[in-house]
Nanobody, 121 residues
Framework: QVQLVESGGGLVQAGGSLRLSCAAS???????MGWFRQAPGKEREFVAS????????SYSDSVKGRFFISKDNTKNAVYLEMNSLKPEDTAVYYC???????????????WGQGTQVTVSS
């Protein structure tokens, strides 16, 4: 079992930045991590993922160039730096743990409870 706890969400104006953090209850050295989001009335969607060593980041087209994922295995943590935020980025953001990097929900075995990000126009 892996417990994941997200933090760093909040209310920000369009064009602003936020940094989400996700702390894992056990070592992330041999795991990939990902971020997903779910907006009201929509299905959960992939945002970003990173492999076990902190390399090979993948991003959805909607956030590419604005969001950046990183991983610190010494702290068992993964981060999502979000810049140039838009109102359409408003969603609950979830971090997730996987044995290998994936853009699919089905590839992830453990999920956090989510943190709300609201971007005002």
């Amino acid at each position: 079992q892996v417990q994941l706890v997200e933090s760093g969400g909040g209310l920000v104006q369009a064009g602003g930045s936020l940094r989400l953090s996700c702390a894992a209850s056990r070592s992330t050295v041999f795991s990939a991590m990902g971020w997903f989001r779910q907006a009201p009335g929509k299905e959960r969607e992939f945002v970003a993922s990173i492999n076990w060593s902190g390399g090979s980041p993948s991003y959805s087209d909607s956030v590419k160039g604005r969001f950046f994922i990183s991983k610190d295995n010494t702290k068992n943590a993964v981060y999502l730096e979000m810049n140039s935020l838009k109102p359409e980025d408003t969603a609950v953001y979830y971090c997730a743990w996987a044995p290998r990097s994936s853009t699919e929900e089905s590839g992830y075995a453990y999920w956090g409870q989510g943190t709300q990000v609201t971007v005002s126009s």
